[in-house]
């Protein structure tokens, strides 16, 4: 017998439903049924009615760029003096050195909060990432990170077979490149290529930060010189272009693909990423966190970009809960609705990942045939709301 889960506010981020007051959503087993006024579903279901109280009930959220394997790394690097002050606090740290316990208590209070899906960027675990994500309640696509400069004779094995996450049934493996400036033209092609074939997504870090741009327009920059005395890169010609138009121009941004960060594009940047159909997740409060400035997400938005969040990992943030950017956004866009910020943690995420996870296809709206997974807003976005 369906149930009826009753709240003061239902917001079904349904095309003309933006936020319902008094509602019910019908759920049976695993499944939405119905999503409607109280009075309405009563006439129509007699299951019994589990009153939520006086709460917005939204659909469970996605966390669209999280670095899981850096998990231990919480509070220990510098914050807000920008790029290179907070990457060189990060080098010094054990970078790479999973800490498998605090991985799956992320994820558990990730779920307690109301998460149902997350992208995880691992350069040296992604494997092992891959497993524990099969073993969570979550949705997800594990990030294989490449950086460096080679490629593989073979380069599906940029790509790691798991078999725990092709039993699980709720996530895929996939490749991402990590920047534009750290991994070679020749890897970032051919990571694109092994995602493409399989019809995977594919992730990058785009526009970060000036020191990016920087690099790429003129090969000068303390990061650059950073990244050569770590041998991280070894030489370097500046190919003369910023982020945007060199990605696009390296075939790398389509409809599966997720830039991550955007935040130094220019309009004409903007406008060449909404053309060719990638998708971009804002990190917010990573951005703010290291000093890089902030992306420009009204010019996202008037573009027609598909914008999703993501809190970036701890290394750069304070938890992993993607309602921490929706209240940052709420805050410091006032002209935005509860509704238009939610749309960026839930039916816009899913409407790039649904393209390869089947679970995605799922999540990210309340609407029948829609798995049962929610999210409460949190007071504190109510309250951000209620201070306008
Ligand atoms: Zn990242």
């Known amino acids: 017998m369906p149930e009826l889960f009753r709240a003061a506010q239902v917001a079904p981020m349904t095309a003309g439903h933006l936020l319902l007051t008094d509602a019910v959503v019908v759920v049976d087993g ?10 309405d579903m009563k ?8 009153d939520l109280g006086d709460v917005v009930l939204a659909p469970a959220t996605f966390n669209s760029h999280v670095h899981l394997e850096m ?12 790029f290179v002050p907070w990457v060189k606090s990060l080098v010094a740290q054990p970078l790479y050195a999973l800490d498998r316990a605090r991985v799956r208590a992320e994820l558990l209070r990730m779920e307690q909060r109301g998460v149902a899906f997350v992208a995880d960027i691992s ?50 493996m996939s490749v991402a490149g990590h920047a534009l400036y750290s991994t070679s033209a020749e890897r970032l092609r051919a990571a694109k290529a092994v995602a493409r074939e ?17 690099i790429l327009l003129t090969g000068k920059s303390e990061f650059l ?32 693909t997720l830039c991550v960060h955007g935040v130094t594009l220019t309009d004409a940047d903007v406008a060449l990423v909404a053309k060719s159909g990638a998708s971009v ?16 997400l009204r010019t996202y938005l008037a573009a027609g970009v598909n914008v999703c969040l993501g809190t970036d990992g701890l290394c750069s943030n304070t938890d992993l809960d993607p309602y921490g950017e929706v209240a940052w956004l709420l805050a410091h866009y006032p002209e935005l609705s509860l509704s238009e910020v939610l749309a960026l943690a839930t039916v816009n995420p899913a409407r ?11 999540l990210g709206s309340l609407a029948p045939g829609k798995l049962a997974r929610f999210s409460v807003v949190p007071q504190a976005v109510l309250d951000i709301l209620s201070q306008r």
């Open 198 to 214: 399989r019809g995977l997504p594919y992730s990058l870090h785009l526009a970060e930060h000036t020191d990016e741009d920087g």
């Open 225 to 256: 010189d950073l990244l050569i005395s770590r041998g991280v890169i070894t030489g370097y010609d500046a190919p003369g272009k910023r982020p945007a138009p060199l990605a696009a121009e390296l075939g790398l941004l389509d409809e599966d």
């Open 123 to 172: 350069t040296h675990n992604a494997s092992a990432v891959g497993e524990i994500l099969s073993g969570s309640g979550l949705g997800f696509t594990a990030f294989r990170e490449v950086i460096g400069r080679e490629v593989p004779a073979d380069p599906a094995e940029l790509l790691p077979q798991v078999r725990a996450v092709e039993d699980c049934g709720r996530g895929v």
């Open 30 to 39: 695993q499944e939405i049924v119905d999503v409607g006024g109280v009075a």
């Open 352 to 362: 790039f990942f649904a393209r390869s996870v089947a679970q995605a296809a799922r």
């Open 71 to 82: 998990s231990h790394l919480l509070g220990v690097t510098t914050q807000g003096q920008g």
């Open 281 to 296: 997740c804002l990190c917010p409060r990573s951005n703010e966190y290291i000093g890089v400035g902030q992306a420009p």
């Open 43 to 50: 006439r129509v279901y007699s299951g019994p009615v589990r």
